[in-house]
């Protein structure tokens, strides 16, 4: 009998995750008995339409759906520490909010693409707050009157559009790759965040404020007179520069290409900074037009956007009124999304701190790690290759097709290895699933 059971199991193994994913009733086609709850792990194959009732990912959830979604009802979509991962377009067309918290991880689109990913249509607010992460691979517009609230770090690829009297607010951190126009509605960076973006195009009423210690880094912006540095209160800087933007003298402390209100020698011109993966390793390189009294750069790398720590000095050229390339090969030890900063430092010690650059590092040859054995006994080990190497995070659970899901607790490094221990289980098929370092750990588990 024992064997028979396991070769049922061994026979719906390979069965496509959808059949046993945690998908609480959605699928493809059209969905109308919200809400739905994802607590575990749930793929779906086609495009997916949520015509009433609302959508939550909770934080041992992950949805990922393999073509387009459309939330039609006015439901809300809540992604409250889970993952949710879309490769096609997101469109929020009834007036439900979108909310994006407590650490959650939010992609619509793929790498490369450059069509509309995401498309909110109506008066739905969208919220990426507490430590949370969007990435829209394409053109995001909100096309009617809702705000945008970036209390996370959101980065659209290409452009983002504002269309409506909607307010954008920026408390984390904000990267266009595009151009960013805003209309009627009203733009401010607060204190501690930053606002990137190739160029910045006001077509409507709307203005846009830095408040002290907040940062604007643009290319080109269609119409300075709407921008204005203040410090949130009643009276604008004194000198007419503020925060983040200065050393409280006027003078910058950014950019080329930010946008400052004041005048200020800027002891380098830059040309270009950017950073980007190649194989397993990073390549941040940047070119300088001009020097003055350059003494040296530093790279600097964060894991969450938030704290950067310094990973190298390269020396500068002192004066020089010729273009000169410089690089710095980094070597992560996690995965995920990874922020680069630049600082310039003169001879005299003052300095200036360019906007970060956000890379997507994933290790090129490996998509999802899966563990082994797997048939196991109760309470036994499974175990994955360390292609980490400093283990930073570890979030794992298991999820049974009896209903039964259960966090696991205990993990540790042993001869090259990243072990687990299960917890005591009855006999079935299980879904094992879990990130480590921001990298999908998934595989599928017999317990006898």
């Not at 393999?66 to 520490?81: I, K, L, P, W």
């Not at 995070?393 to 687990?420: C, P, T």
Request: proline share 3%.
């Amino acid at each position: 009998m024992r064997s028979s059971t396991v070769l049922f199991f061994l026979l719906i193994f390979f069965i496509p995750d959808l059949l046993f994913g945690q998908c609480d009733g959605l699928g493809s086609g059209d969905n109308d008995s919200g809400p739905y709850n994802i607590t575990g792990t749930c793929v779906i194959s086609g495009d997916v339409l949520l015509k009433s009732g609302s959508l939550t990912i909770s934080s041992s959830g992950s949805l990922e759906i393999n073509g387009a979604f459309t939330n039609e009802g006015g439901g809300s979509f809540n992604v409250d520490g889970g993952s949710f991962d879309v490769s096609g377009l997101f469109e929020n067309k009834g007036n439900g909010n979108v909310n994006i918290t407590n650490g959650a991880s939010f992609v619509s689109g793929t790498p490369g693409d450059t069509d509309l990913r995401f498309d909110n249509q109506n008066d739905g607010v969208v919220t990426v707050s507490g430590n949370s992460t969007m990435m829209v691979n394409g053109d995001y517009f909100n096309n009617n009157s809702p705000d945008f609230n970036s209390g996370g770090i959101v980065e659209v690829t290409g452009d983002f559009e504002q269309n409506g009297n909607g307010d954008l607010i920026v408390t984390g951190g904000l990267i266009v790759g595009g151009t960013l126009t805003n209309k009627d509605g009203d733009v401010t960076i607060q204190d501690g965040a930053v606002l990137q973006a190739n160029a910045v195009s006001f077509v409507g009423s709307g203005d846009l404020t830095i408040q002290m210690g907040g940062t604007l880094a643009t290319s080109s912006i269609s119409d300075i007179s709407k921008v204005t540095n203040s410090d949130g209160g009643a009276n604008p800087c004194p000198d007419g520069c503020c925060g983040a933007l200065c050393d409280g003298a006027g003078t910058s402390l950014s950019t080329a290409g930010l946008v400052v209100i004041g005048q200020a020698v800027l002891p380098i011109e830059l040309l270009r900074f950017d950073a980007s993966q190649s194989g397993n390793s990073v390549e941040v390189n940047w070119t300088s037009a001009t020097e003055i009294n350059n003494h040296f750069y530093t790279v600097q790398r964060s894991y969450d956007g938030l704290e950067f720590e310094e990973i190298a000095d390269i020396e500068g050229a002192g004066d020089s009124n010729s273009s000169l390339d410089y690089q710095y090969v980094d070597f992560p030890t996690a995965f995920g999304l990874l922020y680069y900063r630049l600082k310039q430092t003169d001879f005299d010690g003052a300095f200036e701190v360019f906007a970060p650059k956000v890379v997507k590092f994933l290790r090129p040859d490996i998509q999802r790690i899966q563990v082994s054995p797997t048939i196991v006994g109760r309470g036994e080990y499974v175990h994955t290759p360390n292609v980490w190497g400093e283990i930073k995070n570890v979030d794992a659970w298991i999820i049974g097709l009896n209903g039964i899901s259960a966090s696991i607790d205990e993990s540790f490094v042993e001869k090259g290895n990243l072990v687990f221990r299960l917890p005591e289980l009855t006999t079935g098929l299980y879904i094992f699933t879990g990130a480590v370092n921001g990298l999908q750990v998934k595989s599928k588990l017999i317990v006898n």
